[in-house]
Nanobody, 118 residues
Framework: QVQLVESGGGLVQPGGNLRLSCLAS????????MGWYRQAPGKERELVAV???????NYADSVKGRFTVSRDNAKNMVYLQMNSLKPEDTAVYYC????????????WGQGTQVTVSS
């Protein structure tokens, strides 16, 4: 059983910063990819940023240069530092964990709301 618990969402003004955290617990395979997706009202869920256990990263074009994904492998945690937030960043942000050992294993957190508004 694997669980992902996010924290750090909230309301912030345009131009502000937020940091999201996600803790993975349970039987987590050490070689994995963790990261963040988001879903705005009326839109599909989209990739924001992911990072492998080796440190390779991938970002959505819309957040490059503003968001930074990082992780602590020893603690099974992933973080998303969001700077220079824009109203279009408003969404529910979901933590994601993925690995392949013979078959794919994919897990989602419950989501945390990020609202960027003045």
């Amino acid at each position: 059983q694997v669980q992902l618990v996010e924290s750090g969402g909230g309301l912030v003004q345009p131009g502000g910063n937020l940091r999201l955290s996600c803790l993975a617990s349970g039987s987590v395979f050490s070689l994995n990819t963790m990261g963040w997706y988001r879903q705005a009202p009326g839109k599909e869920r989209e990739l924001v940023a992911v990072i492998t256990s080796g440190g390779s990263t991938n970002y959505a074009d819309s957040v490059k240069g503003r968001f930074t994904v990082s992780r602590d492998n020893a603690k099974n945690m992933v973080y998303l530092q969001m700077n220079s937030l824009k109203p279009e960043d408003t969404a529910v942000y979901y933590c994601h964990l993925y690995w392949v050992v013979g078959r794919q294993s994919r897990y989602w957190g419950q989501g945390t709301q990020v609202t960027v508004s003045s």
